[in-house]
């Protein structure tokens, strides 16, 4: 015997989607970007290169986000609700 629970988590569980999530540490790699031109509205491109690693790393929480909300961390058990947690009582 095992002496595992079915359905119990053992160990590291990770979705492949979560490696989307290194793209927004490229921004600190900053002798990619520490330049002057082009300027963009006045804005040297330091800044607004910047800028656009913000909405980068947005756009890439937002895809993990959609990517993996809908599963389970456990295989083969329904998810809880919250009326159905355990508070407490003895079932």
Known sequence: MSGKAPG???GLQISPWNLVLLVPL???VTPWFNFDKPRVLGLPFFYWFQFLWVV???VSVAIVYVMTKGKPV???KPDLLG??????EVR
């Open 8 to 10: 119990k988590v053992t």
């Open 26 to 28: 490229l921004m600190l």
């Open 56 to 58: 980068i790393g947005v």
């Open 74 to 76: 456990v295989k083969g």
């Open 83 to 88: 009326d159905e947690l355990d508070e407490g």
